[in-house]
């Protein structure tokens, strides 16, 4: 896919998050891998109302070169798509369920949200560290991020939100709507005792899908 269509399927995906509620306001922000560089939401925009040819480009080196300027989280989707080679775009959300997890998951935790279906584990995979809570837009937070995306597809910043990678950009968007509705769905079934997968489903279905 070239830029520009990648540019249109970024503002229209955004749309769609935004519409059904996976963010509000500005928060949230997408990154897109490209041959030469990267594209980026830029900053205080709404996913809701992206306009393609305004969103920001990087170069390889990650500096802005053109665009409006990008998300001052820049260096959370640096983090992930230097630790994960294979992914072609990063979605940060604030989304309600999954931030929730986050408030009360404990940090260092990898598995906040349980293995209940196939379709969490075929979408985030095994891992889902939490990383310490850090204030928005600290970049401190990228070296922490990065050494947990090395081994997850996504990771849950403490009271904050989830970012999740994919292959594609419609993969990491996919990836991060299943997150969502995982940890909503573990919200409602929690102290109940939901039947879970049991470790040798996850591992057919990683080796199956993973």
């Not at 519409?19 to 949230?28: D, F, I, M």
């Not at 900053?43 to 998300?71: F, V």
């Not at 598995?111 to 560290?129: E, K, N, W």
């Not at 969502?180 to 489903?201: C, D, F, I, K, N």
Request: net charge neutral; charged share 20%; proline share 7%.
């Amino acid at each position: 896919m070239d830029e520009a269509a990648l540019r249109d399927q970024l503002a229209m995906l955004g749309a769609s998050l935004f519409q059904r509620g996976y963010s509000v306001g500005t928060a949230g922000n997408i990154s897109v891998r490209l041959a030469d560089g990267y594209l980026m939401t830029p900053t205080n925009s709404c996913l809701g109302r992206l306009d393609p040819a305004r969103i920001s480009k990087l170069a390889p080196d990650w500096s802005h070169i053109g665009g409006d300027k990008p998300s001052k989280e820049v260096f959370m989707h640096r983090a992930v798509l230097t630790a994960r080679p294979d992914a072609g775009a990063v979605v940060h959300l604030h989304s309600t369920y999954a931030t929730a997890i986050g408030c009360l998951a404990e940090p260092g935790e990898t598995a906040p949200i349980p293995p209940l279906t196939p379709y969490f584990v075929m979408r985030v995979g095994r891992s889902l560290p939490v990383i310490r809570y850090y204030r928005p837009g600290d970049g401190a937070m990228e070296g922490d991020i990065h050494e947990a995306a090395k081994g997850a597809k996504a990771v849950l910043l403490a009271n904050h939100g989830p970012v999740v990678s994919g292959r594609t950009l419609a993969d990491a968007v996919a990836a991060a709507e299943e997150l969502e509705e995982s940890a909503r769905l573990a919200l409602l079934l929690r102290g109940v005792g939901a039947r879970g997968l049991t470790p040798a489903q996850v591992d057919d279905l990683l080796t199956t899908f993973g």
